[in-house]
């Protein structure tokens, strides 16, 4: 385990733009509060989404999409540098009107009403390549 | 993309009581602390639970209730103030002995054990009514 | 509803070791900067997961084994000392390449790649035995 201390250095709370891209809109808030780390959590409701699912033997990623409105029951995710600009790394659980629950990595979703806190740190956070998953990962 | 800076006030850990409803203590929880602004996260199990989807085309919310005891996985949501009161906006993630997962806006759920950490904010939080969404959103 | 206000000695990110395990993991972090309390949120991917179920009439867990790759959409818990040690309280979400979604109490899982952000308290939290319940629960 790699692990490493952080101080805080600003703590935000934001709602995003009906319409917006649910990725976008927190990639552009870390952007704005000039933050090269940070953890979030986030709930709200989407018109739309598109989750990844990790495979990995194959270490590509599986893309399925909801066509439809769904809540967002949780959100966690992490603000870090990838490839010389700010990446939001986002996990969501969504439900059905039936109380389904739809689960996976976050590409892309329209945003219907989100509220998000963010928690920013001073030391960066960088994502470069590791072998043994051939993800980004950070430390 | 709406947000603001906020400073901590305090953060507190709480266990919800048995019997009891898991939004209300939560809410309780707020006053008690006088607190106008949160966020929080817990976890643990419920005996029954009440969940809401908004229905984003007719604007409404349906109902779902499911009569049983559930692991609460996940738990996050926000406190603020709407119509004078304290309102703590609360989306769950829920599972069942075979775990598959059920989630959504939870409304209610009567407490088997729950672990609560919720953090306050100076800056007050007033849910106003949102002409786009047809909901009452804070910033 | 039982409460404390906590203060925060630190916090930390980390990334778990691929192959490790999800808990243990995050038990070693605990130790590693002696925390005896915290509240922690996590998100990435495992190779399998043994996850519980608190079967509240009978009073003891119930357990499913998934044995085969998921993403973990959320994980939230809390570190306490329970007989003599730390313990990590950790319920998670999980999810298939469909996008289905699966949760509980997560008792082990094979890491894949893990991320998580722990905050730490200056005041100790300790597990006791809850006779409504039959549960180790703290305050």
Redesign the interface.
Known sequence: ????????T?????????G?DWRA?IE??AR??DAE?G?F???G?V?DAE?W?????DTEY?S?T?DE?L????????VARLDDDVFA?T???????????????LDSATV??G?V?LRT?AEP?VREH?A??D?D???
Chains 1, 2, 3 share one sequence.
């Open positions: 385990m790699h692990y490493r201390a952080v101080e805080s600003g703590e935000y709370l934001a709602r995003l733009e009906t917006a809109e552009d808030l704005e509060v780390a953890w959590n986030a709930m409701a018109q989750i699912f990790y495979d990995q033997d599986r399925v909801f409105p809540e967002v029951a949780a959100c966690v995710g992490n790394h996990h969501a659980v969504f439900s059905r009107e039936s109380g389904q629950a739809l689960a996976g990595h219907f009403a509220e806190y740190f956070l590791d043994a998953t993800l990962l950070w430390l």
